[in-house]
Structure formats: structure tokens, C-alpha cells
């Protein structure tokens, strides 16, 4: 990674979060598509029933933490070589995020996915803005992203559902707030000031203004 130590925390932050939500958006994708299509002779992944695993909920928390743990180590080394396998776990991770949430949906529910899958596309490309300094990129990030998050929005409104009902239906009983987790995690990494406003503990997150 060149002119890796030039990076502020901002930039770091972008570079990661483009990759993360590439690599949930790339693999979610194919599984969408996949239980659109009906493929599900291929494999167990495309079956139209969402896909129940033993322990699925402590395989999402695992893979969550370990694409946070890799935030941190992508964060804080200077070393570019462990920067680069950090940020390879962190979108292995995220890529198996994307494969597992997505199958522990029905398929009738793939297409509202797509929607909020084709936002986090918008979103990774306006992470790439600012990575670049490109203001047209961002605008054009931004603009995607929020008319995916309309898009879905409406599509649950249409159904009479949440969109945490359709997203983390299938993920077990008792749903956790794991992306707002994520979310401001980020935050207490990315920005120093938020460190002494934020307090996480293992099942709340409350934030100080």
C-alpha cells in the first residue's frame, strides 16, 4: 500500500469501509441472486428457505468482531504489509457476512436485499471519494446509497415489515443491534474525540452528545 503512513485515521477509516462494504455487497449479491434464480439444486445456499444453522447467531457476532479486530489492527500498525492482511481479513470476513446473511433469508425476501445490498455499493463508492479526494464520487456514492436506503424503506413499508424483520429474521430469536455495534465502533476508532462520549458494553451501546 503506497504512501501508507501519509494516511490521517479518516483516510484509513474510508479504505476500509470501501472494501468491507464491497466485499458484503459482491458476496450477498450472489446469494441473492442465486435464491432469485431458483438454484438451489446447486447449492444449499440458493434454497428459497432461509438457512438455519446451529449457532448462527454466534457465527454473525464472530465475524462481526473479527472484522471490527481488523479495523483496529488496519487502524493502529504501521506496518503496510500487516495493513494489507488486515484489510484482507477484514473483507474475508465481511465476504462471509454477506454469504451467511443473506442465505438465513427466504427468498422472497431477495429482493429488498438487493436494494439495501445496492446501497452499501453506493456507500463503498463514496468511501472511495473521499479516499481519492474526488467530490464527484462521493456526491454520486452518496446519492446511490440513500436511494437504495428509500428504495428498501419502501419495499418493507410495502410488505408491512421492519427492515431489521427482514434482514435479521432469520438469525434467531433474540436480534441484536450488531451493525449499530459496528457503527460506532468505527467511530470510537476513527475519531478520538467520540472516545470519551462513547461507552460499549457487550449487549448496550450508549452514546453522550
Not at 7 to 27: K, Q
Not at 80 to 108: D, R, Y
Not at 122 to 138: K, V
Not at 165 to 183: A, D, Q, R
Request: with cysteine; net charge neutral.
Amino acid at each position: 500500500m503506497d504512501h501508507f503512513d501519509q494516511l490521517t485515521g479518516f483516510h484509513l477509516t474510508s479504505v476500509y469501509l470501501g472494501g468491507w462494504m464491497g466485499a458484503i455487497t459482491f458476496t450477498g449479491s450472489i446469494i441473492a441472486c442465486g435464491k432469485l434464480a431458483e438454484l438451489w439444486k446447486y447449492s444449499v445456499l440458493f434454497d428459497s428457505k432461509p438457512l438455519m444453522l446451529p449457532g448462527r447467531d454466534i457465527i454473525n457476532a464472530s465475524l462481526l468482531f473479527g472484522s471490527i479486530g481488523a479495523l483496529g489492527t488496519f487502524l493502529t500498525t504501521k506496518d503496510p504489509t500487516t495493513a494489507n492482511v488486515a484489510m484482507l481479513a477484514g473483507a474475508t470476513f465481511s465476504g462471509g457476512l454477506g454469504v451467511h446473511g443473506v442465505a438465513s433469508v427466504g427468498g422472497a425476501d431477495a429482493p429488498v436485499l438487493i436494494c439495501l445490498l445496492n446501497s452499501y455499493s453506493g456507500w463503498a463508492l463514496c468511501a472511495e471519494g473521499f479516499i481519492l479526494n474526488q467530490p464527484m464520487l462521493t456526491i454520486v456514492g452518496a446519492l446511490i446509497g440513500s436511494s437504495g436506503a428509500f428504495l428498501t424503506k419502501i419495499m418493507c413499508d410495502g410488505m408491512n415489515r421492519s427492515l431489521t424483520n427482514v434482514v435479521l429474521g432469520g438469525f434467531g430469536t433474540e436480534v441484536g443491534p450488531e451493525l449499530l455495534y459496528f457503527l460506532l465502533i468505527v467511530l470510537w476508532f476513527a475519531s478520538p474525540s467520540w472516545r470519551g462520549r462513547l461507552y460499549l458494553s457487550p449487549r448496550v451501546c450508549y452514546c453522550w452528545l
